[in-house]
Nanobody
Framework: QVQLVESGGGLVQAGGSLRLSCAAS????????VGWFRQAPGKEREFVAV????????VYADSVKSRITISRNNAENTVYLQMNSLNPEDTAVYYC?????????????????WGQGTQVTVSS
């Protein structure tokens, strides 16, 4: 089992920044990759970014790649999502999820463990 806990969400003005954290515990040695997804009100959950647990290779959704950076701290078993130049369209619940094998980028069914989510609200 792997447990994931997100934190760092909140209310921010347009143009501002937030850094989300995803703390992993349990059988973290079994993690292949950790991804971030988001679900805006009334919309489907969508892929944001993913990072390999082993070599820190990253993939981003085209819609966010210029404003968002995913990174990890191995010593703390934590993955971060730095979000800059936020706009109201970024308002969503942000989830981190762990895949145990190479995931098809963005395919949510291939991520075995999910956190409870953290709310990000961007005001105009």
């Amino acid at each position: 089992q792997v447990q994931l806990v997100e934190s760092g969400g909140g209310l921010v003005q347009a143009g501002g920044s937030l850094r989300l954290s995803c703390a992993a515990s349990g059988r973290t040695f079994s993690i292949y990759a950790v991804g971030w997804f988001r679900q805006a009100p009334g919309k489907e959950r969508e892929f944001v970014a993913v990072i390999s647990w082993g070599d820190s290779s990253t993939v981003y959704a085209d819609s966010v790649k210029s404003r968002i950076t995913i990174s990890r701290n191995n010593a703390e078993n934590t993955v971060y999502l730095q979000m800059n130049s936020l706009n109201p369209e970024d308002t969503a619940v942000y989830y981190c999820a762990a895949a145990l094998t190479i995931p098809t980028i963005g395919l949510q069914s291939e991520y075995r463990y999910w956190g409870q989510g953290t709310q990000v609200t961007v005001s105009s």
